[in-house]
């Protein structure tokens, strides 16, 4: 197989990169794991209905991925049930938001999910600028115009937007939008209009 110059380089960067790598660290991945396992222990039991976390001989078990296959069943019929709830949640959201009197070209293209804030100016106006990698849009700037701040949370920049919502107003929209990042930040605005551009 023939390969080009610069692939070559990407290579040999590449096996330089993990050879000069510091030495397996023992004690430091035994924290680690710990800390992380720890985590995940209190994540489990705080996500299972508390009937079915009872039931479970020990949660450091069950976050390695191993139940009893009683409990494994109900879980299953869990998530199943979950998943019908969400469903049905998901579909009145599309029908709520397909009423909502909203011109094509911004319904179309107001969602950025998994784009990450790079800039966000406010004034006037407010500004994003994203960072699409990993996002399913090409579009990486939106202008809300004549805004009015009802709600904003510190950091933004630097979160990815994760969930959205859009509403008419007799004035214009209004837009509530969700990030990623330490307490879930939100932004939720009123504006005449809302302009998506890619840059």
Known sequence: MDMSSEQISHIQQLI?????????DEVKCKEEF???????????????????????????VFSLGYCTKEVLHELRQLSIENEKLMML??????QAQQAENIPEHIRNHFGFHDCRVMELTTGKQIIMRMDTEGGFTNF??????????????EHIVGSHWIYEELYCTDEGYEAHIL?????????????ADIIIEHE
């Open 140 to 153: 990486n700037k939106i202008t809300f115009d004549t805004v009015e701040i009802i709600w904003q949370d």
């Open 179 to 191: 990030f990623s990042g330490a307490g879930m930040p939100e932004l939720i605005i009123r504006c």
């Open 34 to 60: 710990s800390i992380n396992h720890g985590r995940r222990c209190k994540e489990a039991a705080h996500q299972l209905p508390d009937e079915l976390s009872s039931r479970i001989a020990d949660m450091r």
């Open 89 to 94: 949640i998901l579909e009145e959201y599309r």
């Open 16 to 24: 330089a990169t993990y050879d000069v790598r510091p030495p397996f």
